[in-house]
């Protein structure tokens, strides 16, 4: 496992701005899923794994994830 770059680390925060994120919980838990998978990959191909999971974050996957957790929230 590697260590993350502080400009990788910016990378994120720049990228998950711009979905928009209402939620803290909704931020934090999409920000350990960009960090885990590029610690887990060399820097050679965190490329395509920020292309990956671009693909699977988009505005609407978080505004699922929000609906989710507002519907945890009122139980």
């Given at each position: 496992m590697r260590r993350l770059s502080p400009i990788e680390l910016e990378w994120i925060h720049?990228?998950?701005k711009n979905l928009h994120i209402r939620y803290s919980e909704v931020y934090?838990?999409?920000?350990d899923h960009y960090h885990s998978a590029l610690e887990e990959c060399s820097e050679d191909n965190s490329d395509q794994f920020l292309y990956k999971l671009n693909e699977d974050f988009t505005k609407d996957t978080v505004k699922k994830m929000e609906r989710e957790l507002l519907k945890v929230s009122k139980k």
């Open positions: 720049t990228q998950l934090e838990e999409i920000f």
